[in-house]
């Protein structure tokens, strides 16, 4: 055992628990898997119709820096706690250090649905977007049953991966890392060499392509640009989610207090920089904006089409699909060892079973599995655009709460922290982070995805009845670290 894994142990104990799982992870593959859960040719690429087609070129060009501002302040703050809290829990457990054991209980839940709910968005918009990029049309009268059937065994094959450890997903999130920051970079030089002509105005052009494409709008039509570029929000605060991944995984990586705050910045503020040049390369090369609005779905594959042609498309949309495939694979770590950590303090009815490791392979077996069926079930029932509203709403409030709660507790009960400090700017920051997420919710149930509102306080009210009536007086919690 080296001094620093003697040093991530010892804190693990003062946090109350011991070491179970396998701590082979450095900071370059905790960084790695925030980044492949973020993975910007993921939700940037599936979701660029939804910023697209609300107030045009500037949802992309002004809206996307905005949110990725905005997000990086939000991990900023996640940071700092994680640093001095470093467990497998993440979010759960600094929310019940540092605001008590409802706010703990409650952000467990947001975080666990918002996890799970990421793998459904993100596997079924990795199924819409390789059916339009290579041309596959399922029989209309099984095309329901049919993209089921694929997402799930995408879902299954990501589990069947992490049932066998950490180390092949290791493996498997660092070259997704590399690959996308390699097809992203690629891509983009491409497509601006290919671009004859770069209208920069574009970026900052508001258009109403609201009631676009004709028959099946991705918003309904609507004559305010400015509630249409808010809307647009909903592209960059969909895609930089994910970054928790990194203190999900806080048990399984060396040097935990200061590798996985690096994880958590870094990993929005690559993918909030090559996201954004990446996106502004694609509108320059859009042949024609109305047209692209026209294609929905399908505007991304058209771009790279019509730019590049066929042969050098085909090759990108390859690399494409693959990121957004490991981007599920991430995404699914993150989830099971959420559902691991909560179960591990009796939080989940089946805790019991839940919280067990395979001794083989030293993964959360039972929770990997868990969290994929779950994920598989949601496919069932929303539609792609909902499910990912639904998803940033949850993740984005299961990351305030802590921070609102660490805000609050700052200075008073909390002042022992980690190498990971804001100093003074840490109260004002988190401050930002909560009135950010009070407006990102209002945007996440608007219409189309209205029916993201009665998920969301269907989902409250069965927490707080559930609080109340049953796990008040059951639920014990984490046990106690120091806060001082």
Known sequence: MTPDSHDDEQRLRELGYRQELARRMGGFSNFAISLAIICIL???????????????????????????????????????????????????????????RACGWVTAWFNLAGLVTVLAAINTGTYDFATAAFGWTPAPDSASMTRVVAVSAMTLSQA?????????????????????????TVMTAALLVATPHWEWSRLWTFTNFSGLPEGAPVFPRQESLPWLFCL???????????????????????????????????????????????????????????????????????????????????????????????CGLAALTSASRMTYAFARDDGLPGSAWLKSVDPTTQSPSAAVWTSALASVALVVMLRYETIAAVCAVFLYLSYVLPVAAGAWAHGRTWTRFGPFQLGSAFRPLAVLAVLGCLFLLVIGVQPPNQQALPILVGSTALLVAVWFGLERRRFKGPPGGRLS
């Open 160 to 184: 069947l991966l992490n049932h066998h450890g950490i180390r092949w997903t290791t493996r498997l999130t660092d070259f997704s890392g590399w690959l996308i920051l390699a097809v992203s």
């Open 232 to 326: 647009g929000f909903l592209l960059p605060a969909y895609t930089l989610t994910g970054f928790d991944a990194s203190a999900h995984t806080s048990e399984e990586t060396r040097e935990a207090a200061c590798n996985v705050p690096r994880g958590i910045v870094r990993s929005v503020a690559v993918s909030a920089g090559f996201g954004w040049v990446m996106i502004v390369a694609l509108l320059l090369a859009m042949p024609d904006l109305k047209g692209g609005a026209a294609k929905g779905f399908e505007i991304v594959p058209w771009i790279l089409r019509s730019a590049l042609g066929e042969r050098v498309a085909q090759a990108l949309l390859v690399g494409v699909v693959t990121a957004q495939y490991l």
């Open 42 to 100: 993921s939700g940037g690429i599936t979701s660029f119709h939804v910023g697209f087609n609300s107030a045009g070129g500037a949802s992309l060009g002004l809206g996307w820096p905005l949110v990725g501002l905005f997000s990086l302040c939000v991990a900023a703050t996640m940071a700092q706690v994680a640093s001095a809290f470093p467990t497998a829990g993440g979010l759960y457990h600094w929310g019940s250090l540092l605001g008590g």
